[in-house]
């Protein structure tokens, strides 16, 4: 029953223009009824006649994918009519670089904190010059990476991250929600 009223039922954008839903619309493959707002936002932005110029330019196997790219950067210049999904990306590409760096400064002190533990561990090779690096400042730090900071209950009292690392065999490798956490920084 439900599929049978959609055939009867116009496309969004014939709905939206108020006009009657040919059976060859260009537009009933990919403006379905049930998603209104998908239309209309392509409408308010590149306009009913330029969408059909350029979904009759292109090849029928290329059309949904420009439709897609089109709804999206409608629903993006809805949002944000100055930068639309330019906006989005800079943004995204922000919050990377500022991860990346984060890691770059955990991983840093991870090694610090590598280092300070090797002069004890492993007797000096001869003709090496180790050089000892100053920790003081390493150790007023915390390392805040997440809420996986062990203490008492930990034994070591450092960062021990819910993944294998290249050069330590001994972190704990499993999930990364193991021991209730979220996960979350």
């Known amino acids: 029953m439900a ?3 959609s055939y009867n039922s116009p496309c969004a954008a ?3 223009l108020r006009r009657k839903c040919m059976p060859g619309c260009i537009f009933a493959p990919y403006f379905p009824p049930e998603e209104p707002q998908k239309f209309a936002n392509v409408h308010k932005i590149f306009g009913a006649s ?3 110029k350029l979904l009759n330019e292109l090849l029928p196997h ?8 089109l709804a999206y950067e409608a629903e993006a210049r ?3 009519p100055v930068y639309g999904c330019v906006g989005a990306i800079s943004f995204l590409q922000r919050q990377v670089q500022r991860l990346q760096k984060e ?15 090797i002069p004890t561990a492993l007797p000096p090779h001869p003709g090496v010059n180790l050089v000892q690096p100053n920790m003081a400042h390493a150790r007023s730090r915390p390392v805040l990476l997440s809420s996986r900071i062990f203490g008492n209950e930990g034994g070591s009292g450092f960062y021990q991250p819910p993944y294998s690392l290249p050069w330590d065999d001994t972190s704990p490798a499993g999930n990364i929600n193991e021991g209730g956490q ?4």
Not at 62 to 69: I, K, L, P, Y
Not at 182 to 185: E, K, V, Y
């Open 3 to 5: 599929s049978s009223s």
């Open 182 to 185: 979220d996960g979350s920084m």
């Open 62 to 69: 290329q059309r949904e994918d420009a439709v897609n790219s």
């Open 14 to 16: 014939c709905k939206f």
């Open 50 to 52: 330029n969408v059909t």
């Open 103 to 117: 890691l770059e400064e955990a991983n840093a002190d991870l090694i610090r904190y590598a280092c300070n533990e």
């Open 78 to 80: 809805v949002r944000d």
